[in-house]
């Protein structure tokens, strides 16, 4: 299976600013947006910092896993 089989291209027309602290982090919450991603999975800590965007979550890969995989 190819990869590319897998992806979804999103335009992003958003363009926020909110991880003042480093700015090119931003286009996760772009991408995260233009997708209507209900989570972001970083180890990022300017993007866990923020714990949530608008409906959007955002978690370590972790904490991810151990919320998927609850039976």
Known sequence: MKIVSL???FA????VNI???DPSDNIFLNCALASGADFIVSGDNHLLELR???N???????IF???I???
């Open 7 to 9: 992806v979804k291209i």
């Open 12 to 15: 992003s027309t958003n363009r």
């Open 19 to 21: 991880i003042k602290t």
């Open 52 to 54: 949530q965007y608008k």
């Open 56 to 62: 959007i979550t955002i978690l370590a890969p972790a």
């Open 65 to 67: 896993l151990k919320l």
């Open 69 to 71: 995989t609850k039976k």
